[in-house]
Nanobody, 124 residues
Framework: QVQLVESGGGLVQPGGSLRLSCAAS????????MGWFRQAPRKEREFVAA????????YSADSVKGRFTISRDTAKDTVYLQMNSLKPEDTAVYYC?????????????????WGQGTQVTVSS
């Protein structure tokens, strides 16, 4: 069983930056594809970014391309989401997820383990 814990959320002004972290307990993240999703109030959960374990290739939603970057530090067994040029519409609870068998990287069904989420609020 993999337990994921996100951190790094908070309140930031438009145009600012945040870096979210996702760490695992109970089991290593090695071998898992990792994804970030978000859910805004009254909206469905949506894909943000993902990284394939084997190739290291990354995928991101059109809405965050060029602004958000997913990466992982295998030595620290941690996955990050660097968010730059934040906009009010990026306000949401952000979740990290681990998985990798079947389905598109952007599909929540690909992922077996989910964190509890961290709140990101972009507001002046």
């Amino acid at each position: 069983q993999v337990q994921l814990v996100e951190s790094g959320g908070g309140l930031v002004q438009p145009g600012g930056s945040l870096r979210l972290s996702c760490a695992a307990s109970g089991r290593t993240l090695r071998g898992y594809d990792m994804g970030w999703f978000r859910q805004a109030p009254r909206k469905e959960r949506e894909f943000v970014a993902a990284q394939d374990w084997n190739s290291g290739r990354t995928y991101s939603a059109d809405s965050v391309k060029g602004r958000f970057t997913i990466s992982r530090d295998t030595a620290k067994d941690t996955v990050y989401l660097q968010m730059n040029s934040l906009k009010p519409e990026d306000t949401a609870v952000y979740y990290c997820a681990a998985g990798g068998v079947g389905g598109y990287y952007s599909s929540s069904s690909r992922y077996d383990y989910w964190g509890q989420g961290t709140q990101v609020t972009v507001s002046s």
